[in-house]
């Protein structure tokens, strides 16, 4: 079948990153209201249904271990399409409290030759209120969703812990999980918040206001010493789990940086599997690990299923593979697991752990 995104690429990848995702993002609220029928085509076309793929994760059914990574859907917009699309559960936000404009323009570049993204995006999105208005219409969906929560850059730091308080409370009854960001580089001085003390803090005060888990989502930026301590601090205040990673400012893994914001994409594999695989070490089997930063295929999602990862997120990939990378990560695992005599995802999962 001709991939026809390879041909949309062409025309996507002409326009500046950002436009180009508003279009796509046009794209997909259109077709959410107007041709809904479409969106039942494409999940026929790309929603790998199989029991082997199928896991329940705090009481919640995954249908398949890949989803959307933070970021993508950041008003929480695009659920049904991305659902659509094939991803096994779809993380929206990063939301702040109040509506935020993000960072000065350009602010989002590719690096094609690295297959790779560098974004400064700043956590722009439409504030609580709105955000929160559109999910309503839409939760419970079959889909488990995720809310990835954050401060306002306006927020002094000694206040942080008010607006994710605000916001957990605000977003529990309106997905299967919370992710905690602290770990985006574009915030000025969010990530100083990776700290034992303050992650305790924040989490004692957050989990007493919801009954979904609350996940911790960290940078790849730190030792993997200290990814260890910070985790260990969320977990023992009663974190569900770990997403790791978000992106890096390690400039050099890039032929052509900017100066600004963080990377994504292949380049990032190493270094975000890396603090993945110093995570599942310690945690495997003792708390949720959801693995992202550089999947690309269905063998690099393979791998962190191996090491530990109960699901993998992707954000890169889908804007360099297009809508059916979700579908063909799926069959991938799938062909993968057969070869390897997995009759079960649950029996992938951590298999170089055991
Ligand atoms: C343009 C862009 C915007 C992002 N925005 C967010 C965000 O708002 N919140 C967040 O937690 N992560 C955000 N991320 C990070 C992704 O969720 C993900 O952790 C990271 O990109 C690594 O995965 P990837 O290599 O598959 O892209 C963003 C990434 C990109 C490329």
């Known amino acids: 079948m001709m991939d026809y995104y390879q041909f949309l690429k062409k025309i996507l990848f002409k326009l500046d990153p950002e436009r180009a995702h508003w279009l796509a993002e046009c794209g997909m609220k259109f077709t959410t209201d107007f041709a809904p029928f479409l969106l039942s085509m494409a999940a026929s076309k790309y929603f790998v249904t199989d029991d082997r793929l199928e896991q329940e994760i705090f009481g919640v059914k995954f249908l398949n271990p890949v989803g959307i990574a933070a970021g993508f859907d950041k008003n929480a917009a695009m659920i049904k399409a991305l659902s659509a699309f094939g991803f096994g559960h779809v993380e929206y936000g990063t939301i702040t409290p109040k509506p935020q404009d993000g960072n000065e323009k350009p602010r989002l570049f590719r690096h094609i030759e690295e297959k790779s993204l560098q974004n400064a995006m700043g956590f722009n999105n439409e504030g609580m209120e709105k955000i929160l208005k559109r999910i309503s219409k839409i939760y419970p969906y079959t889909t488990p969703l995720g809310a990835n929560i954050g401060k306002n850059k306006a927020t002094l730091q000694e206040d942080?812990?008010?607006?994710?308080?605000?916001?957990?409370k605000a977003f529990s009854p309106f997905c299967d999980y919370l992710a905690i960001n602290i770990s985006s580089p574009n915030t000025p001085n969010l990530r100083a918040l990776q700290n034992e003390k303050f992650i305790k803090e924040l989490f004692r005060a957050c989990v007493k206001l919801t009954n979904k888990p609350i996940l911790l989502k960290i940078s790849p930026d730190i030792s993997e010493k200290e990814a260890v301590s910070v985790c260990a601090?969320?977990?023992?205040?009663?974190?569900?789990?770990?997403?790791?990673?978000n992106t890096t400012i390690d400039y050099s893994l890039v032929t052509n940086p900017k100066n600004i914001g963080g990377i994504s994409g292949e380049a990032l594999k190493e270094k975000s599997f890396k603090i993945f695989k110093s995570l599942a070490k310690e945690f495997y089997n003792k708390t949720v690990l959801i693995s992202a930063g550089g999947i690309g295929n269905a063998k690099d999602a393979y791998e962190r299923l191996l090491e530990g990862a109960n699901l993998v997120q992707i954000y890169t990939s889908f804007i360099y593979e297009g809508p059916s990378v979700a579908h063909k990560i799926n069959k991938g695992i799938l062909e993968l697991m057969d070869k390897d005599g997995f009759s079960s995802i649950k029996d992938a999962i951590g298999s170089k752990r055991k």
């Open 160 to 168: 942080a812990t008010k607006d994710y308080e605000e916001l957990v």
């Open 233 to 245: 601090a969320a977990l023992e205040e009663g974190a569900y789990g770990i997403i790791a990673t």
